[in-house]
């Protein structure tokens, strides 16, 4: 699972739900929306990685 979050830590939208993915490298884009389709604005947002037992919090700058 991989969700994004503003710095408040209101969800965004959640990406990959359940998604069955295999051992490597992974590439996916965000367009930039929230869950509702609106365009989230320009800042610093937090990406939270959940594959089983791991995870992991990253910062992502989004830049319009």
């Known amino acids: 699972t991989l969700r994004i979050y503003d710095v408040l ?7 990959l739900q359940g998604a069955d993915m295999g051992a490597g490298y992974h590439t996916l884009r965000w367009n930039g929306r ?3 389709g609106n365009l989230v604005p320009s ?3 937090l990406i939270h990685i ?3 037992p791991l ?3 990253r ?6």
């Open 34 to 36: 929230d869950r509702s």
């Open 43 to 45: 800042g610093v947002y």
């Open 59 to 64: 910062k992502l700058m989004l830049r319009r």
């Open 55 to 57: 995870q992991a919090v």
């Open 9 to 15: 830590g209101r969800e965004i939208i959640a990406l």
């Open 50 to 52: 959940s594959a089983g």
